[in-house]
Structures are given as C-alpha cells and as structure tokens.
C-alpha cells in the first residue's frame, strides 16, 4: 500500500502505541519498506560523515542518505554541500569514486559538469549551439547540511528542523563522546562497508542499546573472555545504568562509573589495550581534561551504545561510528566509521585501530554473531503467518524513572525502552507523514 | 605487491619446492573446509601478520602509470579491514571451536578452490614468497532463499621452514570487492 492510501488504522495495526507491540510485517514487507523510504529517509536528518574526511576544499566523499547516493563536498569557500549524485542532463551517476579531490564534478556520458556546490556550470558547445539553456535550474539536487561537533548530517527536507533541536536530549551524552577533549575527535579509519542481509530496522533498535542479547548471542565470547561477564553485570546494573530513551526517539544505555577510579578506567577502551606505557599515558591523561569538558558527573558518565534515529549508532567502547543503511525490507549494509582525536599519534591510532577491529571489524568477534541473528530475522518474518503475528518489545515496562540531572527518561539497562523509543519515532514520523498528506489534500 | 611477473635467476624455486608449496597451500584450504582450525593454526608461525587490506574505488588520472593497484588499498598505519597476530588468531579459532558460536551452528558449507600457485625464493635460506588466488564458496540453507555467497581474491604469503616443514609467516589477502562484504568473516 503506498503512502498515500495508509491511514491512521493501518498504522495502529502494525505498532502500539507505547511502542512494545510491533507487527513482524514491519520487517519483511515491500509496501512498508517504500512508506518508510518517504517517510523516513526523505525526512529525518542522516549523518553523512566527517568534516576531517573533507578536511580541505576541493575534498568530496560519497554516501548514502537512505538509498540516495550522495556528493559530500568541501567547497572553495570550505562550506559543505551534499547533492544527489545524479547528472540533470540524463540521469547518469556523476561521481564514481567513493572520496578523492575534485574541482568539478562532470559526467561522463556527454561532459555536463558541475561546482563541488552542486551548481550546473559547464555544458560542452553551449556557445557553438546558441541554446538557451537555464543552468541555474539544473543544478545537482540538493540537501540540507548541518554539522555537530564535526558529524556532518543532511536531509532532503528542506522544512526540518534545526539539527540540534532534532539531535535534542541525546547531545548530552552524545558529548560524552564528541567533546570530551579540547582535542577535535575525528575519523582515523574506514569507512567499512559489509552487506546485511538483514532489515535496517534490527541493527538500528539493537544498537539503542540492547544490553539484553549479549549473554546469549554473545556466547562464544564470554566462554573465551570470562571476565566480559564481569563488566557487563557492572554494566547491567540497576543502580548506575540505565537505558535512556528521550523524547527525540534517540535511545541510548549508559553506565555512571564510580568515582575515585584511576583516570583510565573512564574511558571505555579495554584494560588490555592499555599496558604499554606510551599507550596508557595518552589515555589516562584524557580524563582531567574531560572533567574540565564535561563537568564532574557527565566525565564520569560512560555511553556504552546509541542511536540516534533513524540509523546512526554510536559506540564508543569499539572507538565507531555506525550507520545502517536500508536496500530493501531483506537487506541493508553497515558503514563504520573509526574515531580517534586529531592529536593521536600512530601508535595510539594504531591501537584504536586494533580496539576496534578485535570486536566490531568485519573480523571482529562481536559482529558475526549479531549479522547472524538479523538475518535470521529476516528469514523468520518471511513466512505467510508472520504478516499477522506480532513481535514484542515490552521488557521492563514499568521500570521508567526521571533523573534530576539527566535528560531522558531512565529504564532498566536490560530492558527494551530504547526499542520502544526507536519505534515510538518510527512510529510518529509516518503518522506526521500521513496528517501531511491529509492536510494537503485539504487545502 | 609481491609479484611472480618478472624473477631474479637467484629467486627461482625448483619444480620439487613447486609442488611442496601447492600441496602445502591445498592441505591449508582443506584443514579450513574440514574445519579443523587448531589443526590450522599449526601451519602459523607464532609471529605471523595476518591482514587484509581496504581497497576502496579511487578515480585516477586515467594514464598507466597512475593505474598501481596499491594506490587503492590501505597501508601501513591506515585502518585495514582484518589485521591480526597469532593470539588474535587464536582468539577466533577458540571462538569457533567454543561451541557457541551462532554463525557456524550450523555450520557454513565451504569449498575452498586455491588457484594460481607460484613462488620464489626470498634471500633468506628457507624461506619463500608465494602468491595464490582462491575463490571460497559457501553455503548455508534457509527456506526463504538459501544463503550462497562466493568470495574471491588473492594472497601474498611468505612460508618458511621450520624444521622440515613450511609454516606460514605473513599473508596479505586482497579481496576483489570494495570492502568485506559478507557480514561473518572467514579465514582464508
């Protein structure tokens, strides 16, 4: 059913309204997969990348909003522009390779080219031929860009709303992150790029913060790591963690360390990194930094994973950045980006790099095993019966709490709020999509 | 990139060493399809780098001596896609053999087909440059649509003798896609 024909029942048939009842169709099914194309990915903000990949004029990168393929440039005037790769002239792919440096951009199919700012400035024999041709309505379809702390993110909606007030309550743990140190956090690697066969959807809710597949889907990394076993109950508890979920739908699980620890132990990189001694200086000289930064409680507060919706996941403790990527209601693809800080040097890079790969590379011994479990997803939605079965996502309803000097609403670590945060937005996005065309049809 | 292209005399390997090689990397791709991975990790040197580069599409401009193959993938020092040690190796191996390992239970169906197999001689005594490419199909049965993915690439491996027998200390696998691309990794 396209998005014009869907109504408000349709909607309530496939999701609660508190969001812990979702209709398995949501994850298999085409019609679904094109409403939310219109009404997600045609409207939300979507990080795109980094300033520090476009850290000159002229430096461009490629990336995807949705399935839009898309030009991130660095102008002259080293403004960011992001444009639909897509020549005006006949359709083609104007841009092939995935970054480089360019002044124009210009198709190969009859040499149409265009300014890193998306504008149509050249077309071959225009003054032979003597048409007139308006190259100011020919420009390269563009997006709106803002950036947050060096996170570049853009939408095809012009009417969004200002990205700080769409990133909302989750700036302030995403700062955790961003802006523990004067020192500029930026890309030291990737992206890395691997086919899921899975809906966009799993990843994206997972990654929110669900603290609650580890033990089982994780198995074979806990009999090898006991002492995982040990951080993750510290991680899981009640009393200093919570899963967060804030009004935006961005949902995150985050932990307040306890206070008097050595500096080191704040940051979320594993003990084991840290024994040479160059490495374990450089870190452990981060945290006074971040007191000055963050204040005392929030340097002491550590993100374990987020998302910010719809598909941008956030995990520190892997130094990455995440984005799902939908191709489909079956399948998707995972880019990650690794962070660092401008001022690391190589063999800190080096070990982030190592942090990394151990856990969440395409190696890594975290990621097998959840790219497993979202396509069995996939494959066990695809049956006749699950279009009418509902899925639940109901954990820990009832264990919501405000904290007086944390934004969002606080659950159990180990329950589902983030899931129901992700599908709550989900959710409104399509019903605001849904009011939109029935106001329309009105005026 | 290591290649067999152009070759010193001092660098040439006897058909004898040949067919040592060849029939040391078939029973490595063998171990691997029988999943006998601590049996493989035998063959490893304990100071083996084990790595595959990123490769990402680079626009070039466009004459040959701009068409290097390295010019696309990642270097020392830049994020790589796979780049282990042997305890990182082993790490994996106990991770598969763990029994808990989702993605293996049940396991993958694995042909491994190793290909193109030559060799030279490097300046040190015993020791050998040897490049191969594979093409590993794998299989995996689901109702909706059978998983069956085929992975295709090359290596630069350096074997050495240890005792009598080779023993692999430095592989760099060049994967021909732009990235991993196939959400579980497997050992090559």
């Known amino acids: 059913m396209p998005l014009t024909k869907f109504t408000m029942s ?57 399935e839009q393929d898309v030009i991130v440039a660095r102008a002259e005037d080293m403004q960011i522009h992001v444009s639909a790769n897509i ?64 996170l570049i993110f853009a939408t095809f909606d012009p009417d969004a709303e200002p990205l700080r007030d769409f990133i909302g309550e989750a700036a302030f743990y995403l700062d955790t992150m961003l802006q523990r140190r004067k020192a500029k956090m930026v890309v030291i690697g990737g992206p890395h790029k691997w086919d899921l066969e899975a809906n966009w959807k799993s990843p994206a809710e997972n990654m929110t913060g669900d603290f609650y597949h580890v033990t089982n889907s994780h198995a074979s990394v806990l009999k090898i790591y006991p002492g995982l076993g040990d951080s993750i109950k510290l991680m899981t508890d009640q009393a200093h963690a919570s899963f967060v979920s804030t009004e935006q ?112 590379g395409p190696d890594g011994i975290l990621e097998p095993d959840d790219a497993e479990n979202w396509a069995n997803v996939v494959e066990g939605l695809s049956g006749p019966m699950a279009k009418d079965m509902d899925l639940y996502a109901g954990l820990g309803m009832g264990t919501e709490i405000s904290k007086p000097d944390m934004p969002g609403i606080h659950a159990h670590p180990l329950s589902e709020a983030g899931h129901r945060a992700f599908y709550l937005r989900w959710r409104a996005q399509i019903a605001a999509s849904i009011e939109n065309k029935e106001t329309g049809a009105a005026s | 990139m290591m ?50 580069p990123l490769r990402f599409m680079r626009q070039q401009d466009g004459f040959s001596d701009d068409w290097d193959i390295e010019k696309e993938l990642s270097q020392e020092g830049e994020l790589h896609m796979s780049n282990t040690n042997y305890v990182d190796l082993q790490v994996r191996v106990a991770r598969l053999n763990s029994g808990r390992a989702h993605t293996e239970n049940p396991p993958w169906f694995t042909q491994r087909l190793i290909t193109n197999i030559d060799a030279r001689k490097t300046a040190t ?64």
């Open chain 2, 3 to 52: 290649s067999i292209v152009s070759l010193q005399p001092e660098q040439e390997v006897s058909i004898r060493e040949l067919m040592e090689i060849t029939r040391q990397l078939n029973r490595e791709g063998q171990l691997l399809d029988e999943r006998r991975y601590s049996d493989w990790l035998t063959l490893l040197t304990e100071d083996i780098h084990y790595w595959a």
């Open chain 2, 125 to 188: 005594e015993g020791e050998y440059e040897v490049t191969s490419k594979f093409l590993l199909n794998r299989f995996k049965g689901g109702f909706v649509k059978g998983r069956e993915q085929t992975i295709v690439g090359s290596r630069e491996d350096i074997w050495t003798r240890i005792g009598g027998a080779l023993r692999l200390r430095s592989r760099r696998i060049i994967y021909n896609t732009d990235n991993y691309r196939w959400g579980s990794y497997v050992l090559m």
């Open chain 1, 87 to 150: 020549c005006r002239h006949r359709g083609n792919t104007l841009c092939r390779a995935d970054q480089g440096k360019a002044k124009r951009f210009t198709c190969t199919y009859h040499g149409w080219s265009f300014g890193l700012d998306g504008e149509l400035k050249g077309i071959p024999m225009e003054r032979q031929l003597e048409w007139d041709i308006d190259k100011s309505k020919l420009g390269l379809l563009k997006a709106k860009v803002e950036t947050f702390h060096g």
């Open chain 1, 10 to 66: 349709d909607l309530d048939a496939l999701m609660s309204a508190d969001g812990a009842r979702v209709s398995g169709k949501i994850f298999s099914d085409q019609e679904i997969y094109e409403i939310e194309r219109e009404a997600i990915f045609k409207k939300c903000w979507q990080f795109v990348g980094c300033e520090n990949q476009i850290g000159e004029a002229g430096h461009f990168i490629r990336s995807r909003l949705g």
């Open chain 1, 249 to 360: 739908g961005h949902a995150l699980n985050t932990f307040v360390m306890p206070k008097g620890l050595p500096p080191e132990a704040y940051l979320p990189i594993e003990p084991r990194w840290l024994e040479k001694p160059s490495i374990h200086k450089y870190f452990s000289e981060i945290q006074p930094e971040a007191e000055e930064q963050l204040g005392e409680l929030r340097s002491r507060l550590r993100l374990n994973t987020c998302t910010i919706f719809p598909n941008l996941s956030v995990l520190p403790g892997a130094f990455c950045l995440r984005l799902t990527l939908p191709k489909g209601p079956h399948e998707s693809e995972s880019w990650c980006w690794v962070m660092g800080y401008d001022d690391m040097p190589a063999e800190v890079r080096d070990t982030a790099h190592a942090a990394y790969l151990d856990v969440f």
